[in-house]
């Protein structure tokens, strides 16, 4: 499977790996050369994508785990530092959605989204933190959004979770520089994933729209190059912010979403 080896030797946890951008991720990391440990709430699916790995050449293991329950991160970790001897990079990919117009949304919707998005970010990111600190080294790299530049109709919770998720980027990469620490997001835009499906049937109503599809067709217009992101196309990047080539980059939260937000 192998396609280069710029990240050989190198340990790293992907959150949400067991499908979508997470799963794209996680193939093209061990294809690199890494070590990978696929985790997800679902215990099945990250198990899959760590035999794919496996069949493929590559090395891996699955730890399922819940992002927004402490005890589950730190064994995750705990695992990872215990079975390969430390940690290089973590990257929290596990999230989740909610297309409904702030009017509309349930006090308990805006709570369990955060509790995902950005409570589990922040759990992740320190958590790996400490184990890193002892090393004197790592990476930390987040899943922000275009969501995490600008606001869209119908994705209020969701853009204040990316927005918070930005501002923890900021923050921790001043925070951890000083242990050779260093913490940036990868931005994607729309992306032929599941969960980009369920933005569509949800967002449709909102805009007017009555047909499957229709939704993303509308986003669609908005990207300079005139595609759909692949998980492919978010994996190219987050390979190059785990490799030694990104040392130097810390605190950014990058775009990477073929032109529909510019900044």
Request: aromatic letters at 6%.
């Amino acid at each position: 499977m192998t396609t280069g080896d710029r990240l050989k030797d190198k340990i790293i946890i992907v959150t949400g790996s067991g499908r979508g951008i997470g799963r794209g991720i996680a193939l093209r990391l061990a294809a690199e050369g890494a070590t990978l440990v696929t985790s997800s709430i679902t215990p099945g699916n990250c198990a899959k994508v760590a035999e794919e790995i496996g069949k493929a050449g590559g090395r891996a293991i699955s730890v399922p785990c819940d992002v927004s329950d402490e005890s589950a991160i730190s064994n995750l970790v705990d695992v990872t530092v215990k079975e390969f001897g430390r940690l290089d990079v973590y990257v929290s990919n596990a999230g989740i959605e909610l297309t409904k117009l702030a009017l509309d949304t349930t006090a308990a919707e805006w709570d369990r989204i955060f509790q995902v998005n950005v409570r589990g970010t922040f759990l992740g990111d320190t958590i790996a933190a400490r184990a890193m600190i002892k090393q004197k080294k790592g990476k930390i790299i987040n899943c922000g959004s275009i969501a995490s530049h600008s606001g869209f109709l119908g994705l209020s919770a969701y853009c204040s979770t990316k927005f918070a998720v930005r501002g923890l980027t900021q923050a921790l990469a001043r925070e951890l520089a000083q242990y050779n620490i260093t913490v940036n997001a990868y931005c994607p835009g729309v992306v032929d994933t599941d969960m980009w499906e369920q933005i569509d049937a949800k967002m449709g109503p909102i805009l007017g729209l009555k047909k499957k599809g229709e939704a993303m067709e509308l986003f669609k217009k908005s990207i300079a190059l005139g595609r759909y992101q692949t998980p492919k196309d978010v994996a190219d990047f987050v390979s190059f912010l785990c490799s030694d080539d990104a040392d130097y980059i810390t605190g950014q939260s990058i775009v990477t979403d073929g032109g529909i937000v510019l900044v």
